[in-house]
């Protein structure tokens, strides 16, 4: 297992949706573990494999204590709506309020291609909701609006210049 660097914003590979896993083979199980070794860094809540450079459809969360992984997930339920500060690993140094489902049900596959059902609320919800949109080439700051988003983008701008936030 390894700590893998994170891509950052203006990576391509963020912003280039993520193909489906077919290959269940060493190569799939040694990313699956620097997935999960990579995660439990403190600080961390959720990575996707796109985030370390690879272009396959797969996720590990560490929330509340609880580690794992997904591959190919898919959401296949959302109800109710909470609002509250996300960030992201590969837009290091901002947040923003967000909107997202109270709640999210993810499916998918483990390595022995057995189903995977996760389901979460609160921070949990927000994470599976955030990495599974990460396999789509979308970030968080995508969604945000007026005020808010302008405010993201001129603290982005001004972090890539290095003039940090001010």
Known sequence: MTIRPL???GDPVLRTPCDPVV????A???LIDD???TVQEPGR???A?????SSLAAFSYYVDGQLGYVINPQIVALSGTQ???EACLSIPGVSADRARAAQAVVTGVDLREEPVRVSGTGELARCLQHETDHLHGELYIDKLTGGERRRIIRQVYQDQAGHGPG
């Open 49 to 53: 494999a796109n985030q370390i450079g």
């Open 83 to 85: 609002s509250g500060p």
């Open 45 to 47: 809540a959720g990575l």
């Open 28 to 30: 799939l199980a040694r």
């Open 23 to 26: 290959r269940f083979d060493d």
């Open 35 to 37: 997935l999960l070794e």
């Open 7 to 9: 891509r950052l914003l």
